[in-house]
């Protein structure tokens, strides 16, 4: 088992974990087995990209469901950081598959390299969320029209300049 897929159980869990503490602090008993079924599926069916898909929105959901009705929001924040970080290593193992031995070293760096990149990701927006938790701000609809504006323009940048070099001439 590589590390990656370790590490996506890891995290897992503890999206798990952190979700199941606030269902259980919230009463909401039922969402524990939905929960539980949400795990062990994206565990024993990793190799599928909708079944990883599926928990990944349901594991969301159920954070924002406790985020609207816990008093502190930070649980499913966490819990949300967690679920995506275990997605992106559970579709990094499958998209990588299993490397024949000659070229194990190539896959060993391949996968660090996209360790520290996840781990920088996560710290990243680990801080600014932490920090957007400590700073209050009252902005009038026009500003937050447009914050929301720049962030759509920006995610449509991020998405082209993913996309092949003669795609991108449409």
């Known amino acids: 088992m590589t590390a990656s897929r370790v590490l996506s159980l890891a995290n897992l869990l503890l999206a798990a974990a952190l979700l199941g503490d606030q269902l259980a602090g919230l009463g909401a008993w ?12 994206f565990a024993w069916g990793s190799s599928r990209e909708i079944v ?10 159920a954070a ?4 609207i009705l816990a008093s502190s929001p930070l ?24 490397p024949d031995p000659q070229r194990a070293r190539l896959a060993a760096r391949l996968e660090h390299r996209h360790l520290l990149k996840l781990l920088l990701v996560d710290l990243a927006g680990l801080a600014l969320g932490l ?22 323009l920006g995610l449509a940048l991020l998405v082209q300049s993913y996309r092949p070099r003669e795609d991108r001439s449409r």
């Open 30 to 41: 039922a969402g524990l087995p939905i929960l539980a079924f949400l795990c062990l599926s």
């Open 75 to 98: 649980p499913a924040f966490l819990t949300v950081i967690a679920a995506l970080t275990a997605w992106d290593l559970a579709g990094f193992v499958r998209r990588a598959g299993t």
């Open 131 to 152: 920090a957007a938790f400590g700073l209050r701000l009252r902005l009038g609809f026009f500003w937050v029209v447009l914050v929301a504006l720049a962030g759509v």
């Open 64 to 67: 924002g469901y406790c985020a």
């Open 52 to 61: 990883q898909l599926f928990t990944l929105l349901g594991l969301i959901g």
